[in-house]
């Protein structure tokens, strides 16, 4: 009995003093963290590879402009956090989100940041309602990565990806490979965002009306089957499974294994896009990675061209919840990084970013990033599509991934595809 | 002193029950009614208006298929899962309970599992599964293995072995203080009577354990209901969406979907289901106490 | 042989399987923790390539954990992490075992069933079920978030009805209701008898609900985040965020933090584990 109470007295001992420093230590909710002219606003990176940079830069800004501002990054899904913030009535004032949030989310929440200089210096800016709403952070698209050491090893020759401009010449050149002792030159990626948000997504925005294409599959009116663009980008999936080095584990192989056999040039081609450049870096990177556009045997306006466009948006949040001062303050930070050298080296250089805005000269300094610039440059990108309802990534995800396994045949994915469209409300826009 | 007035019984449950009961209304009970309002609204979680549409979530919840299949493999998973711990659960305790040499030690052994959480504890495990049990299989059959989380039966399979490992080292503690807690004069009487060891704990420390197995199964079960961390880390809904358990469909339709209302009516209905499982289990539990 | 040399060897033999049996358990329940501990000196390339490896092909390194330390801002996580997990857990152990006191004893009042019964069915709430409106209520009308004070009641609240639940078994079936009547005759009130009697005999109770409600609070990522938003506040689950990604996940330091941040709770529970069984052999329970 004695020992309880000794126990007893010496927790409670520590939680008081734990509890005095506690109460010490500020446990108020004081808003006013900031110093300088006490303007302090908070900033939510969905981009988690760039957190610690932009901590960086949010030090530079407040050493320049004395305004502070609080990086955060949440491990939790982007809409579930954005949502118990605006539940707790504390929204970020600057939020990073994907395009189509900005017609949802910015629509009703985000401030109208028309007059400010960046506006006129890109083509990616989202405007709704004749609001301009979403401030671009940078520009991405998809393709055929490829290892062009790991061929050269091979093939001893210099890797030329314009000399690959339909899949029959892919299949020649993956063949050539495979003689020259390259067991399986090619690798994919099995996570739903990949199969169904960037490939599958191709057969949408390769066409001159994607939008005719999207209500036309909504009525149930689309035959994939008898689609051109569909049956062709099918057919180079259907080759990239058929020299993927990871076959037998076609989906569990994790993401990692994929990203270090190209940055290691195991293999010679993956799909994919230029985000993965911070993942490809932290192995024994060989160097000479690139991306070019999937080569199809359907030739039109697109052969030649990568996917992409704008990514990841900021909109700044202009509720009652923040207040204008917060507000012109967030502003004047999204055109400083727009517009000042310190903001164009962060997103070119520290952070290896293809930057959306013409007057950034800073050289980008991720590989593939160099190589989309020049598409970028060259008009060659064909413009995402970014209407899709919230779950068709991962129920069309599914879909993929069960051919990707020889799960299901084409005739049936297209009906699983077209099935899909045609139960689902459509996206108003 | 009077002992059946109101007042007495209210001041008598204030002064014990008081702070926890209200801790307890104020952030389960009151979210939860809140929570209960939104399900009546299409509210897509983050807009201002939560317009009223009835009970349309519910016959949404009803009409959804993937909602039910991904209760069914929660059954079916939960049944699995909850015999294995408890099995396995009570086994060691028994073991680290019987004097053998470093028992100390192997009990700190089991309960590892539970330092690492969830998130990291799939992580972990997928390695394993993934990497490792591949390797090994490569070596020993000299051919291509593949991943057990490649298929949907070798998926659940993986989900079931991995919450055995992180709850049975719990339950143990909990078996652990239930064998502790019968004391070892009445096993040494009933032997002294003649009983062999099997016999004593059949006959004595069995039923004298009853609560402990009553608590262990109970919470092995709403546990393994209400999974979630592992089953993001380490199979993500994966293969085919064919291991997605039921709470993680409903956070996907109410967050990834942008469906809160109806997220939070399936969530309900499991909530339900759950509770009537869990009741009924603590019913029969309680019935043989007063029968034994 | 005689009769008890052979009941000797019979109980050496049954004692050399357990041993065995005890082992093999071990091995499997501590491997994933090795694996924990052999690529925390490794770098990612080296763990994604071959997480088995003793050593990886970049040789040995210690780089994750200074790293770690401070990308996490360690010592002021840690410290933001104890005094939370340490407060919460004291309080639920004093309130829970309280109030399953009042619900054991007095089964028969309406009230104490009802209260029970809501407890118990309110364990199998999914939390992500709870956590929007949570936040509505406490950030959006009384404005309390982004403290610690409000984060400790939080756990407390949340983990009351699991420990209510868990003491309510063991003074139900291990506490006999005479030893109170007698402190009561003798002239206690309820208040002293709880404090007196019941609950030093719910020592390995205590420790049992220690241990698991301690671990609870120290790795609970969801609640925190959403409670703690500055980051002054953080805790260690909140922290250790920083190295998952969509994209990327840095291993290498994951290991490292989940490393340091798994001690203490070690520590706790081997000091624990022996208040177990000193709980028992010296406890009334057995006279």
């Known amino acids: ?153 091979v093939t001893g020759k210099d890797f030329d990806p314009s000399s690959i401009n339909t899949l029959d010449d892919f299949k020649a050149f993956l063949d050539e490979l495979v003689a020259g002792g390259m067991e399986s030159p090619t690798a994919i990626l099995k996570p739903d965002w990949s199969l169904a948000a960037h490939y599958l997504q191709q057969v949408y925005e390769e066409r001159e009306d994607p939008e005719a294409f999207i209500q036309g599959l909504y009525a149930g009116e689309v035959d994939l089957m008898q689609d051109a663009k569909f049956n062709a980008l099918m057919d180079t999936f259907d080759t990239l499974k058929a020299y993927n080095m990871f076959k037998a584990g076609a989906i569990s192989a994790e993401d990692e294994l994929v990203h270090q056999a190209m940055s290691e040039g195991q293999d010679a081609f993956q799909f994919g896009g230029c985000w993965e450049w911070n993942d490809i870096l932290t192995y024994d990177y060989t160097g000479n990675i690139g991306i070019m556009p999937g080569p199809q045997n359907v030739q039109d306006a697109y052969t030649g061209m990568l996917v992409g466009g704008g990514s990841k948006y900021f909109y700044v949040d202009g509720s009652e919840y923040t207040s204008e001062a917060d507000q012109k303050a967030a502003m004047d930070f999204l055109n400083w990084l727009a517009t000042s050298d310190e903001g164009k080296t962060f997103v070119s250089e520290t952070c290896g970013m293809v930057s959306p805005f013409r007057s950034n000269t800073v050289p980008c300094s991720n590989d593939i990033g160099v190589v989309v610039k020049q598409y970028v440059d060259a008009g060659k990108l064909v413009p995402n599509y970014d209407y899709d309802p919230d779950d068709h990534y991962s129920k069309l995800g599914i879909e993929m991934q069960k051919y990707l396994a020889d799960q299901c045949t084409r005739e049936e994915l297209a009906a699983a595809i077209q099935n899909y469209w045609a139960t689902t409300t459509p996206v108003e826009h | 002193m009077k002992r059946n007035t109101f007042s007495y019984k209210v001041k008598q449950y204030l002064m014990f029950g ?275 | 042989m005689t009769q008890n040399e052979k009941a000797a060897a019979a109980k050496k033999r049954n004692h050399a399987i357990m041993i065995t049996i005890l082992i093999i358990l071990f091995i499997l329940f501590i491997m994933p923790f090795i694996l924990v501990i052999i690529n925390v000196f490794k770098d990612k390339a080296d763990i994604v390539s071959n997480p088995l490896a003793l050593i990886g092909a970049h040789g040995f390194t210690l780089k994750n ?156 990522y969801l609640l925190p985040s959403l409670v703690l938003t500055r980051k002054e506040i953080y805790t260690i689950p909140i922290a250790t965020q920083q190295f998952y990604g969509t994209y990327s996940t840095d291993i290498g330091l994951v290991m490292a933090a989940l490393l340091l941040a798994m001690l203490p709770i070690l520590i706790l529970y081997l000091f624990l584990q022996k208040y177990i069984v000193a709980g028992v052999t010296s406890g009334a329970v057995k006279g």
């Open chain 3, 65 to 220: 954990f200074p790293e770690a330390m401070r990308k996490m801002d360690f010592f002021n996580v840690f410290k933001n992490s104890l005094i939370i997990t340490v407060s919460a857990t004291f309080l639920t152990i004093l309130i829970s075992s309280m109030t399953s006191f009042v619900i054991v004893r007095n089964g028969k009042w309406k009230m104490c069933t009802a209260v029970f019964a809501l407890m118990v069915a309110s364990m199998v709430i999914p939390f992500q079920v709870l956590m929007v409106p949570l936040v509505s209520v406490y950030g959006g009308i009384f404005n309390i978030l982004n403290s610690r004070i409000t984060l400790i009641f939080m756990h407390v609240g949340f983990s009351v009805s699991m420990a209510t639940f868990m003491f309510h078994g063991a003074i139900h079936s291990t506490i006999p209701l005479e030893l109170e009547e007698a402190a009561l005759i003798d002239g206690c009130t309820r208040w002293q008898t709880f404090w007196k009697i019941v609950f030093p005999l719910l020592k390995p109770t205590i420790a049992t609900v220690t241990i698991i409600d301690a671990m609870a609070f120290w790795n609970d």
């Open chain 2, 18 to 292: 008081g702070v926890g009961t209200f801790l307890f209304c104020a952030v389960v009970i009151v979210p939860f009614i809140y929570g209960i309002y939104l399900t009546f609204t299409s509210w897509d979680g983050v807009s201002r208006d939560k317009p009223l549409v009835g009970f349309a979530n519910y016959a949404a919840a009803f009409k959804d298929a993937d909602f039910w299949m991904a209760m069914g493999r929660t059954v079916i998973y939960s049944v699995f899962a909850v015999v294995f711990i408890n099995i396995l659960a009570f086994a060691m305790a028994y073991l680290v309970t019987s004097g053998v040499k470093g028992q100390n030690f192997f009990r700190a052994g089991f309960f590892v599992p539970n330092l690492i959480g969830g998130i990291v504890l799939g992580y972990i495990w997928k390695f394993v599964f993934n990497r490792a049990f591949v390797a090994i299989g490569n070596a020993i059959t000299g051919g291509t293995t593949t991943s057990l989380l490649a298929t949907p039966r070798g998926a659940m399979f993986c989900l079931i072995f991995a919450s055995v490992w992180q709850y049975a080292g719990y339950m143990m503690l909990i078996y652990v203080a239930g064998f502790m807690s019968v004391s070892d004069s009445l096993k040494e009487a009933a032997m002294i009577d003649g009983c062999t060891p099997a016999q004593a704990m059949r006959n004595v420390t069995i039923p004298l354990m009853r609560s402990s197995f009553v608590q262990c199964i109970f919470l092995s079960i709403t546990r393994c209901f209400v999974i979630y961390d592992v089953n993001l880390s380490l199979t993500k809904g994966e293969p085919f969406g064919e291991s997605v358990m039921a709470a993680m469909h409903v956070y996907n339709t109410a967050f990834t979907y942008k469906r809160y209302g109806q997220g939070q009516a399936e969530a309900l209905i499991l909530f339900i289901v759950c509770a009537i499982i869990g009741v009924t289990q603590e019913w029969i539990g309680k019935k043989g106490e007063v029968e034994a």
């Open chain 1, 1 to 153: 009995m004695k020992k309880t109470r000794k126990v007893l007295a010496v927790l409670l001992t520590i939680i008081l003093t734990l509890g005095l420093a506690a109460c010490g230590g500020g446990g108020g909710s004081d808003s006013s963290g900031g110093t300088g002219d006490g303007t302090s606003i908070t900033l939510f990176n969905s981009k988690n590879e760039i957190q610690e940079q932009f901590e960086e830069l949010a030090k530079q800004y407040e050493e320049q402009t004395g305004v502070h501002v609080e990086v955060y990054y949440s491990q939790d899904t982007v809409s579930a956090h954005l949502a118990t913030k605006y539940a707790s009535k504390s929204p970020y004032t600057i939020n990073m989100v994907d395009p189509k949030d900005i017609y949802t989310l910015g629509k009703q929440y985000g401030a109208d940041m028309s007059g400010y200089d960046w506006v006129a210096d890109t083509d990616y800016a989202i405007t709704v309602d004749g609001k301009v709403l979403g401030f671009p952070t940078c520009i991405e698209a998809r393709g055929i990565l490829y290892n062009a050491d790991a061929i050269k090893r």
